[in-house]
């Protein structure tokens, strides 16, 4: 891949996430706020995979806009729960308050920091620089560092948090493949060594699962003056009848998980 091609990719993924970005507020509807965290996703993944390049630029995310993805994954994650929660009838009044003024706080977080400059200053620090040329080999070295790291998480006795970061690296992998399978000639040899398909059903089970861990974690630590002992109790119960699906989902991920860094390992080799 070519310098000149590398910086219009770039150039374009920022301008989708500006782009992304500048529909949000006033409405903060939840596919536009996806939007920007799926643009922001790509264009990490892509900053990553070039900085694992000898040579290439560092290459890093504005501060401004590392708050404004964080923000947008609190109302996402606010979302998601009020709607799981309520997708089984749960009436959990304190905890909806709470979740409530969560994302009035965030909401008025984004609106006092987003700005056209924000997004400016963004494109400015990405793209104002100079890349080398991108080889297949820098490719393959990329998945087999991003395996090499699965690989030794999965092998400690995973819990959660380390789940947690396997779904990013395992993130990263999927958004290169994608890009690399569309943009980029000559690498088709590389990407054959992944099971793209294989690859997209774990990405999608472990960031389930992710919320999921999420949730519980939440639930099991929630108290409020204000809670009645039939909600503590509905909480309770909710989370004893998760926890066990939620034990037997991870395990069944982490060996779905060993068996793609297998795959991928011995097509590597």
């Given at each position: 891949?070519?310098?000149?091609k590398?910086?219009k990719?770039?150039?374009?993924?920022?301008q989708?996430?500006a782009k992304?970005?500048?529909?949000i507020a006033p409405n903060?509807k939840?596919?536009?706020?996806?939007?920007f965290?799926v643009?922001?996703?790509?264009?990490r993944?892509?900053i990553?995979f070039?900085?694992?390049v000898?040579?290439q630029?560092q290459l890093q995310?504005?501060k401004?806009?590392n708050?404004?993805?964080?923000?947008?994954?609190?109302?996402r994650?606010?979302h998601?729960k009020?709607?799981?929660?309520?997708?089984?009838e749960?009436i959990l009044?304190?905890?909806y308050a709470?979740l409530?003024?969560?994302?009035?706080r965030?909401k008025?977080?984004?609106?006092?920091?987003?700005?056209k400059?924000?997004?400016?200053k963004?494109?400015e620090q990405i793209?104002d620089n100079?890349?080398?040329q991108?080889?297949?080999?820098d490719l393959?070295?990329?998945y087999?560092?991003?395996?090499?790291?699965?690989?030794?998480i999965?092998n400690?006795?995973?819990?959660d948090?380390h789940?947690h970061?396997?779904r990013k690296?395992?993130?990263?992998?999927l958004y290169?493949?994608?890009?690399a399978?569309?943009r980029?000639e000559?690498?088709?040899?590389?990407?054959?060594?992944?099971?793209?398909?294989q690859?997209?059903?774990i990405?999608t089970?472990?960031?389930?699962?992710?919320?999921?861990?999420i949730l519980?974690?939440e639930?099991?630590t929630f108290?409020?003056m204000?809670m009645?002992q039939q909600?503590?109790?509905a909480?309770?119960?909710?989370v004893?009848?998760t926890l066990?699906?939620h034990?037997?989902?991870?395990?069944d991920?982490?060996?779905?998980?060993?068996?793609?860094?297998?795959?991928v390992?011995?097509r590597l080799?």
């Amino acid at each position: 891949m070519q310098s000149a091609k590398i910086h219009k990719l770039l150039e374009n993924d920022v301008q989708k996430v500006a782009k992304a970005a500048g529909c949000i507020a006033p409405n903060f509807k939840t596919d536009e706020i996806h939007a920007f965290r799926v643009g922001i996703k790509k264009l990490r993944a892509f900053i990553h995979f070039i900085n694992s390049v000898k040579g290439q630029p560092q290459l890093q995310l504005t501060k401004k806009i590392n708050r404004l993805y964080s923000i947008a994954g609190t109302l996402r994650d606010a979302h998601l729960k009020y709607e799981t929660l309520t997708e089984r009838e749960l009436i959990l009044p304190q905890y909806y308050a709470n979740l409530s003024i969560i994302v009035l706080r965030n909401k008025a977080e984004w609106q006092k920091l987003y700005s056209k400059q924000v997004m400016k200053k963004l494109h400015e620090q990405i793209t104002d620089n100079l890349f080398v040329q991108l080889t297949p080999a820098d490719l393959a070295n990329f998945y087999a560092q991003q395996i090499k790291k699965i690989k030794k998480i999965n092998n400690d006795v995973p819990d959660d948090e380390h789940v947690h970061k396997m779904r990013k690296l395992i993130k990263h992998m999927l958004y290169i493949t994608a890009l690399a399978k569309k943009r980029w000639e000559g690498a088709e040899e590389v990407i054959a060594c992944i099971p793209y398909m294989q690859l997209t059903d774990i990405s999608t089970l472990i960031g389930s699962f992710n919320d999921g861990s999420i949730l519980l974690h939440e639930l099991s630590t929630f108290s409020s003056m204000g809670m009645q002992q039939q909600e503590a109790t509905a909480i309770a119960r909710y989370v004893d009848e998760t926890l066990a699906r939620h034990k037997t989902l991870r395990k069944d991920l982490l060996r779905q998980i060993s068996d793609f860094v297998n795959v991928v390992e011995e097509r590597l080799a």
